[in-house]
């Protein structure tokens, strides 16, 4: 059965330290995102990748977070310096994107989320 | 922008009920996602529904698309303890053209056995 994974599962860091988070996309396709979810906003986008390109990272404070795609195997997202409000549960899904516009796409898979809390 | 808006919020149910849950959206649905989540996991992909009026079952579980694709609704039939978990819609966003989702905050049920 494929899946999207990620690591580490959790991470419990100190503020103004440096954390990534990675993951690996289901083979074959070709978008992956970040999501960051809390209980008081819920799942949010923060960015995303087609073919390995940068799409969108609105959803992300660029000061301080940033997200790569190094190669088709492997996506990260590093927050630096980070700070107590960004303990969440971040999420990386990947799906199959055929449409131009208009419809609906294949379903995103997502991983078990990386948990992370900030102190 | 789009809201995704699901009611109720939390759901407690004897084991062998039926129960429904909402999903309304603020624009047309192009595509409408039910995933499940179970604490300390990924989301799990339920069932799409696409046109208005769409309905598909798995299981004891049926979701439901109206005529206008401005509302959805997720019926589960017999409950289960095994139902457990929180239960997010998610909708295309921009039309379907990027594939990104948008989400509901979910919808968390708990089974009495």
């Known amino acids: 059965d494929a899946r999207v994974t990620q690591t580490p599962r959790h991470k419990v860091t100190e503020m103004g330290q440096e954390v990534t988070m990675r993951c690996q996309p289901i083979?074959?396709?070709?978008?992956v995102f970040w999501y960051r979810q809390t209980m008081m906003q819920g799942l949010e986008l923060l960015a995303y990748?087609?073919?390995?390109?940068?799409?969108?990272d609105s959803g992300m404070p660029k000061d301080r977070f940033s997200a790569e795609m190094p190669d088709a195997t492997l996506a990260t997202l590093k927050i630096q310096p980070s700070e107590p409000r960004d303990s969440a549960v971040y999420f990386c899904?990947?799906?199959?994107?055929?449409?131009?516009?208009?419809?609906?796409?294949?379903?995103?898979?997502f991983g078990n989320g990386t948990r992370l809390t900030v102190t | 922008s789009q809201e995704l808006e699901q009611s109720p919020q939390s759901l407690i149910v004897q084991e062998g009920k039926n129960l429904t849950i909402n999903c309304t959206s603020s624009?047309?649905?192009?595509?409408l996602y039910w995933y499940k989540q179970k604490y300390g996991e990924g989301l799990i992909f339920l069932m799409m529904?696409?046109?208005?009026?769409e309905e598909k079952s798995h299981e004891k579980i049926t979701a439901k698309l109206d005529e206008k694709k401005q509302q959805s609704s997720l019926h589960i039939t017999a409950s289960q303890p095994s139902h457990a978990g929180i239960y997010l819609c998610?909708?295309?966003?921009?039309?379907?053209?990027?594939?990104?989702?948008?989400f509901g905050k979910g919808t968390k049920l708990s089974v009495k056995p």
């Open positions: 998610g909708a295309d966003k921009g039309g379907g053209s990027q594939g990104n989702l948008i």
């Open positions: 990748f087609r073919n390995r390109a940068p799409l969108d």
């Open positions: 899904a990947s799906g199959l994107v055929l449409k131009s516009g208009g419809g609906a796409n294949s379903p995103l898979h």
């Open positions: 083979l074959g396709h070709n978008t």
């Open positions: 529904l696409q046109k208005g009026g």
């Open positions: 624009k047309t649905l192009y595509g």
